[in-house]
């Protein structure tokens, strides 16, 4: 069953991980889209205010969407997403850490003939239950009527 | 020089860019963090309700990094980011667009004895000028005194 907006009920609840993430691939990430020193280079990261390499908080969104998609969104209509509301980076995310992400459903309501709005407050955790991220995210997903 | 947090001053503004993106690199990206079929799958894509091939929004969020670390974080004491306040996705980014970012100071406040924090609004529009992604992105740089 692919889910719709109407199956989505404020309080509903999930966790998802984990998922334990490399310093190749921090590096890797933040060659193409983050390249500040303390996410591509170990050795200045390691002498820098952070004490070594840290992903780019872009790379934590990316990899708590990941998790998202494939706990959440893989059978779901979704429609894309409108935005995000107060993203924070309260833990920095280092090599080695195993991510968890939990998921609430804070808010529902129509967005158009064909879609609605589902708010969703996410919260990742490392193995050491420090949260390197929370935000709601606003996504669309298909209404039962829409002809897609 | 390095731009410290005292180099920042209200109301500064720049523009960087552009960037062109490909179909290929969309899907890369999707595929690693965000593989729902609008992003990685071009014939269900142009199936659906968006007629064609979009980017995730975190990948829009990723570029538009770039081109900020580019133009203004590369010569700066960045101390890594607090957060994200109103991300929004407007128009979807798809295969071809060309992206160019504006970005202006709106806020700086001292943060710690050794960090500032500087919000920077974020614009991020393609050739047409349709807006791909807005945000406001808190940021935190090194104070004058700092001691790294």
């Known amino acids: 069953m692919v889910r719709h907006y109407e199956d989505f009920a404020v309080g509903e609840s999930w966790t998802f991980g984990t998922r334990r993430v490399t310093a190749d691939e921090i590096q890797d990430f933040a060659r ?7 996410h591509v280079d170990s050795e200045a990261a390691s002498e820098g205010p952070f004490e070594g390499l840290i992903a780019s908080g872009w790379h934590t969104a990316a990899l708590s969407t990941r998790l998202l998609v494939d706990g959440l969104f893989e ?10 509301d107060d ?7 280092r090599p080695g850490d195993e991510l968890t ?5 804070v ?6 003939d064909d879609r ?5 407050a996410v919260r990742t955790t490392t193995q050491e239950d420090d949260e390197v991220l929370s935000m709601v995210v606003k996504g669309l997903f298909a209404r039962r009527n829409d002809g897609h």
Do not use: C, H, I
């Open 107 to 112: 808010n529902t309501e129509p967005f158009d």
């Open 116 to 120: 609605g709005q589902v708010d969703l």
């Open 32 to 38: 193409k889209y983050d390249p500040q020193s303390m």
């Open 75 to 84: 059978d779901a209509a979704g429609r894309g997403g409108l935005g995000v």
């Open 101 to 105: 992400v939990d998921v609430e459903v």
């Open 87 to 93: 993203l924070e980076w309260r833990t920095p995310l």
